[in-house]
């Protein structure tokens, strides 16, 4: 079973138990977590899209079963409290 899960800072694709794909919510470099305000961030909607056509083209890639994508709450929010003036 391969599933995805996303939310306001990126997503990552499990299968089983172990975690096969990261991805942050910078425009411009999938590795990059920025703060969901920046200008550099894509939309929540588009972290959706992302999650589940990457997890689709692993499935695919491996020949696992689909176990569809969920929104998972974020402890990341700490991080970016606090913004530079």
Not at 46 to 57: A, H, L, Y
Not at 61 to 71: L, M, N, T
Not at 76 to 81: C, G, L, S, V
């Amino acid at each position: 079973m391969i599933i995805g899960y996303y939310n306001e800072y990126g997503y990552r694709i499990v299968e089983g138990d172990k975690e096969v794909y990261t991805a942050g919510n910078c425009n411009f470099d999938s590795t990059t977590i920025v703060d969901p305000d920046d200008s550099l961030a894509h939309s929540l909607s588009q972290i959706r899209k992302n999650c589940k056509k990457t997890c689709k083209e692993i499935v695919s890639e491996r020949g696992g079963k689909f176990a569809g994508i969920e929104y998972e709450e974020s402890d990341m929010t700490e991080i970016f409290k606090f913004k530079a003036i």
